[in-house]
Nanobody, 124 residues
Framework: QVQLVESGGGLVQVGGSLRLSCAAS????????MGWFRRAPGKEREFVAA????????VYADSVKGRFTISRDNAKNTVYLQMNSLKPEDTAVYYC?????????????????WGKGTQVTVSS
């Protein structure tokens, strides 16, 4: 069993930055593919970014490409999401997922574990 806890969310102005962390306990994350998702008010959950267990190739949603960076530190059992140039449309609850699979370049959270999320609010 893996427990995931997200942190680092908050209120930020347009153009600002935040770094989200996803810390794991229970098992090491080093063998898990990891992903970040978000859910905005009244919208479906959407994929944000993913990184494989090897850390080799990251993938991003088009809406965040060039602004967000996913990374991992297996020694700290933690995955990060650096978010720059934030926009009001980035406002959402951000969730970390462990144990998804890749279908081509798409990260599919069909099984695995979810964190409870952290709120990010971008004010204009």
């Amino acid at each position: 069993q893996v427990q995931l806890v997200e942190s680092g969310g908050g209120l930020v102005q347009v153009g600002g930055s935040l770094r989200l962390s996803c810390a794991a306990s229970g098992r090491t994350l080093s063998s898990y593919n990891m992903g970040w998702f978000r859910r905005a008010p009244g919208k479906e959950r959407e994929f944000v970014a993913a990184i494989p267990w090897s850390g080799s190739t990251t993938v991003y949603a088009d809406s965040v490409k060039g602004r967000f960076t996913i990374s991992r530190d297996n020694a700290k059992n933690t995955v990060y999401l650096q978010m720059n140039s934030l926009k009001p449309e980035d406002t959402a609850v951000y969730y970390c997922h462990a144990g998804g699979k890749y279908s081509g370049s798409a990260y599919v959270p069909s099984l695995g574990y979810w964190g409870k999320g952290t709120q990010v609010t971008v004010s204009s």
